[in-house]
């Protein structure tokens, strides 16, 4: 029997970038739309994540939460997708490095921004990140060879990397650079982040039409 795939989300947080993993994993999944501050909140949902946030997904009896992990996950839950380098291949240190580079100095240094927190000169150093300029730095030189974090190879990794890329230029967080806009407008149209968004759209577009009702 093969283990049910449950994802569980709100079409206008995080989850979109799990969606969009999904959607490239090419496996059938259940989808859960839970509410902020109440479903999201729900004692049967915080048995599954206690942080009472989304995404989480539940594969069988194995739940994944946080965007990244999940990303990892699924790649290699689902091999036949060719989302994940080899455990051999030393492309794994690099797909590695890049997706929890998203997950960790980029996701905090965006995040500071959009609160508008700025570590002092003198305590940069305590700062995991350092600056927001080190990080976009660095993020860069990920992508500007291209087409793709892996070269030639699409992965997990531009799933993740390219969602934070990709809103962070749209609402402001990250500057938008050439080789960020370039990277992004590869990403954008795939057969499944257009699926993504496409379905995640339609469920925001629903919520709306019943607010109204």
């Given at each position: 029997?093969?283990?049910?795939?449950?994802?569980?989300?709100?079409?206008?947080?995080r989850?979109?970038?799990?969606?969009?993993?999904l959607?490239?994993?090419?496996?059938?999944?259940?989808?859960?739309?839970?509410?902020?501050g109440?479903?999201?909140?729900?004692?049967?949902?915080?048995?599954?994540?206690?942080?009472?946030?989304?995404?989480?997904?539940?594969h069988?009896?194995?739940?994944?939460?946080?965007?990244?992990?999940?990303c990892a996950?699924?790649?290699?839950?689902?091999?036949?997708?060719?989302l994940?380098?080899?455990?051999?291949?030393?492309?794994?240190?690099?797909?590695?490095?890049?997706?929890?580079?998203?997950?960790?100095?980029?996701?905090?240094?965006?995040?500071?921004?959009?609160?508008?927190?700025?570590?002092?000169?003198?305590?940069?150093?305590?700062?995991?990140?350092?600056?927001?300029?080190?990080v976009?730095?660095?993020?860069?030189?990920?992508?500007?060879?291209?087409?793709?974090?892996?070269?030639?190879?699409?992965?997990?990794?531009?799933?993740?990397?390219?969602?934070?890329?990709?809103?962070?230029m749209?609402?402001?967080?990250?500057?938008?650079?050439?080789?960020?806009?370039?990277?992004?407008?590869?990403?954008?149209?795939?057969?499944?982040?257009?699926?993504?968004?496409?379905?995640?759209?339609?469920l925001?577009?629903?919520?709306?039409?019943?607010?109204?009702?």
């Amino acid at each position: 029997m093969v283990d049910t795939l449950t994802f569980y989300t709100n079409p206008m947080s995080r989850g979109r970038i799990a969606r969009w993993m999904l959607e490239e994993v090419g496996q059938p999944y259940e989808t859960v739309v839970l509410g902020y501050g109440t479903s999201m909140k729900d004692p049967s949902y915080l048995a599954i994540n206690p942080m009472g946030k989304v995404p989480a997904i539940k594969h069988g009896d194995t739940v994944v939460t946080e965007g990244a992990a999940i990303c990892a996950y699924l790649a290699d839950a689902f091999p036949q997708a060719g989302l994940a380098p080899a455990t051999t291949d030393k492309a794994r240190g690099t797909y590695y490095r890049w997706m929890f580079f998203a997950a960790g100095p980029v996701e905090a240094a965006a995040s500071n921004k959009s609160m508008g927190w700025e570590a002092p000169a003198d305590k940069q150093g305590m700062v995991g990140y350092g600056t927001l300029g080190h990080v976009m730095d660095a993020l860069e030189t990920a992508v500007a060879k291209g087409p793709y974090i892996l070269g030639e190879k699409f992965s997990a990794a531009d799933v993740y990397v390219g969602a934070h890329i990709m809103w962070g230029m749209q609402f402001g967080t990250l500057e938008k650079r050439p080789a960020y806009e370039a990277y992004g407008a590869r990403l954008h149209n795939r057969p499944a982040a257009v699926r993504a968004r496409e379905l995640d759209d339609a469920l925001i577009a629903e919520q709306q039409k019943q607010q109204q009702s």
